[in-house]
């Protein structure tokens, strides 16, 4: 007989059977199978089972509240998020101070589902509520001359009991090359779920660039700025060996100290297997086409 011990667990208690048809249900009816299916190949959107809203907000990335995976949930509630204001700077027609209200004002909130790779080879499918950053930019008026959109996170002191230790440079700071922040595919992210933002995924708003690894999605956004020289993102900061500008999600090419050829699916219970990384996290239709001048191993 197979090797048994105390607790030994089945399929079926990983998740609620009815908790998880309901989901399905859910998510078919209210999110549509069109947002499913945008931008991805056949093959991906088969693999598709959305994480649940409670793993989703209670395994996160969000240093400013703590490195560990359950510390953004314990500690994010501090953040303030009303008021809040973007800074809109550099080459650009309208820079200015906008209210989130402002910036947001008249653009269009759509559903996306989208998988989601950390640098770290684990996974989730989460289904955002957006708004195409390229919206975003074409409202303010991007200059000619300009090539990169740098973003910042906001800074509370007082609120962030991660900021004091100084394992990344706070503020936060992300960049993307123009052409990659005016693909739509590209969205700053103010829902999950059809709710409002959890803080601890990067209320009010947080960008999300689902061919890229999970850090270039910079969390609680207060300054745009469109520049003509690469800025500086903080992984690239902390650790130049580890991580580039680019992080394009490349299972070919691996961390230098772990595979990137396989992910850990969160919420897949106790059995679940690695699953395959996709090359550009299975976007590779849509995005493959700005990197064809590229090597494969500048993709970090
Ligand atoms: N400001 C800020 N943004 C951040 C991070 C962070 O520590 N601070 N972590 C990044 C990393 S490493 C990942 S994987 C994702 C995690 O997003 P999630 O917690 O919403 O899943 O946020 C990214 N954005
Ligand atoms: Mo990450």
Redesign the pocket.
């Known amino acids: 007989m197979a090797y048994r011990w105390t607790n030994d667990l089945t399929h079926a208690d990983v998740t609620p059977k009815a908790a998880f048809l309901n989901r399905r249900q859910i998510i078919a009816g209210t999110l549509g199978l069109g947002a499913i299916a945008a931008g991805l190949p056949a093959a991906a959107q088969e693999a598709l089972v959305p994480n649940s809203l409670e793993d ?1 907000t209670s395994y ?5 509240f703590g490195t560990g995976k359950s510390d ?1 949930a314990q500690n994010a509630h501090q953040l303030e998020i009303s008021p809040w204001s973007v800074k809109v700077s550099g080459m650009v027609d309208n820079p200015g101070e906008y209210s989130l209200e402002d910036l947001l004002d008249g653009l269009t909130v759509e559903e996306r589902i989208y998988r ?1 790779r ?2 770290e080879a684990w996974s ?1 499918v989460v289904p955002w509520n957006g708004i195409e950053l390229a919206d975003i930019l074409n409202k303010v008026g991007v200059q000619s001359g300009a090539k990169y959109v740098a973003f910042e ?1 906001v800074v509370q002191p007082e609120n962030m009991i991660g900021v004091q230790r100084r394992v ?1 440079q706070f503020p ?1 700071v992300e960049g993307l090359r123009l052409d990659e922040a005016m693909h739509p595919l590209t969205i700053m992210a103010t829902g999950i779920y059809g709710e409002p933002i959890s803080k ?3 209320a009010p708003m ?1 960008l999300v660039v689902p061919w890229k690894y ?2 270039k ?4 956004i207060v300054r745009i700025t469109l520049t003509d020289d690469e800025p500086p993102i903080s992984w690239n900061v902390a650790n130049p060996r580890e991580y580039g500008f680019y992080s394009n999600v490349n299972p070919k090419v691996d961390h230098p100290r772990w595979s990137q050829a396989t992910e850990r699916k969160i919420g897949g219970g106790l059995f679940a297997k690695r699953e395959p990384t996709l090359m550009l996290n299975g976007y590779a239709d849509e995005v493959a086409g700005l990197y064809s001048d590229m090597p494969l191993n500048e993709y970090f």
């Open positions: 989703i996160n990335n969000y240093y400013e953004p989601f950390c640098v989730m996170t990344l936060y601890q995924n990067g947080r999970g850090f999605s910079i969390k609680s």
